[in-house]
């Protein structure tokens, strides 16, 4: 049978595996937090389930270019395909250099903005499954701007603290990049609600 036009991919499945991907990511990552060994091992772990969102990114991407109909805009597509990755991306780049600096101890600040990472994560898996019919998703966009707005907090005075206490300057200098990376980690999270916010208020 002849089809006039491309069958429409499931971009909603798609979505939700690439977000459930983010969310194992930040769990493994919080499971590192909380049990501060074989940092190696954890590191590798999470390294993996970041080249397999990178494949479902891609698919992503590819049926796109490959289809005709969407569910909502193109643009907006690729643009939470792209945010979800980059979470993904910043969750490893957060495991791998606590391998790559020699991190011995993490503080109570890392431990708690890893958490605000994990939550926002579920918020995010949360809200992609419910894009099908936009129930409750802007409810898991709003947790995810206050988690943000906590995060941020903490990143701030915990630098700003680093200044003030640090007594070596290498450590100091690896803090603050660990620091940064969190908070661009809540960072991207918030640009993942900024999207969804958009879509619902496309669509609806």
Known sequence: MLRLLPVEPKFFELFERQSAVVLEAARALQEMAYHYDRVGERAQAIKDLESRGDHITHEVIDNLNRTFITPFDREDIHALASALDDVLDNIEGVSSRFE?????KITPETVHLISIIEKSCIAIHEAVKHLRDFRRVLEYCVQINQLENEADHISRTSTARLFEE?????ELIKWKELYGRLEATTDDCEDVANILEGIVVKNT
């Open 166 to 170: 640090a007594a070596d300057f290498r």
């Open 100 to 104: 790559l600096f020699q991190i011995k």
